[in-house]
């Protein structure tokens, strides 16, 4: 920065890493390991961006790790301090690490298993069974659709969301349409009780040849279609995150929107002022 150059920077010589270390004082040490250790297992150069969910074995020994991967510089906005941009076309996926925590600090991580070979980007989870072994991902995707012949990668825009079930291996896929724009998604379970996955999938579209956005409201049982379309009243540029928060775990709220009057239509369009604004004496 010092040099005038961007304050972060594409490195295509360093690996991605993972750093392990126990989350708590009192969490279990794995097999070998000494209070107070942490270690460092690198794996090649890549952008590992969000990650779906993880877990423990039985024993300790290891930790599975869902990401998405891109194979390439995930953020052309971020090129490397010679300016090289990544290449348009750079592969993307959804994939699983297996961490094993029996080995010293600086053992490469071996190959992932590829749970999604399409472009993927922002996994979500039913979220009572976040730290365990889940059934289902809800993950923004790049749909094999007719978009002006553009390359599918996570720079270009994910114009789908995919429902994985890691069980048997099934995938369904809603598609927003062309030049649309799908973001992160969120779940809400059905019930308290409600099976894992067993709920509504709810995310932003943005509509850009139409130049507006919707909320987008998928039920599970039938996700390929959506149950509801809410149409925003203003434009939104693609947004990155979202949560779900249940009204029952608020102590309160209150609305964010203004009460808006309702106008008596006259028939005469624009030759007719506005009913409101003759009551404010504007005219």
């Known amino acids: 920065m010092k040099k005038g150059g961007h304050h972060w920077a594409w490195d295509y010589d360093k690996p991605a890493t993972f750093i392990v270390a126990p989350r708590r004082g009192t969490t279990p040490l794995p097999p070998g390991w000494s209070h107070g250790e942490y ?6 150069n890549c952008m590992l961006i969000h990650t779906g969910g993880a877990w423990d074995s039985e024993d300790g020994s290891k930790v599975f790790l869902e990401t998405s991967r891109v194979h390439d510089n995930g953020f052309p906005f971020f090129p490397t301090d010679d300016g090289r941009l990544p290449a348009p076309d750079a592969a993307s996926d959804y994939v699983r690490w297996t961490l094993d925590l029996s080995q010293p600090s600086n053992t490469q991580v071996a190959d992932p298993e590829i749970i999604l070979d399409l472009p993927a980007e922002f996994p979500r989870l039913d979220e009572r069974f976040l730290s365990k072994p889940y059934k289902h991902v809800f993950i923004n995707v790049h749909i094999s659709k007719d978009e002006n012949g553009k390359p599918q990668t996570v720079h270009n825009g994910l114009n789908g969301l995919a429902m994985l079930d890691l069980e048997t291996k099934q995938t369904k896929y809603f598609y927003a349409g062309f030049e ?10 059905r019930s308290d009780d409600a099976p894992e996955g067993d709920g509504w999938v709810m995310a932003m579209v943005e509509r850009r040849g139409a130049n507006r956005n919707e909320i987008v409201v998928l039920d599970t049982r039938d ?17 990155v995150h ?15 929107a203004k009460d808006v009057e309702v106008e008596p239509i006259s ?6 002022p506005l009913q409101s604004e003759r009551l404010r004496g504007r005219l």
């Open 180 to 189: 649309s724009h799908t973001q992160e998604p969120i779940f809400i379970p």
């Open 267 to 272: 028939g005469q369009g624009a030759l007719e």
């Open 242 to 256: 979202g949560n779900w928060v249940d009204q029952r775990r608020l102590k309160g709220w209150k609305k964010l």
């Open 223 to 239: 996700f390929e279609k959506p149950i509801a379309l809410i149409q925003l009243p203003f434009h939104v540029k693609s947004q």
């Open 39 to 44: 270690r460092v297992y690198p794996w090649k």
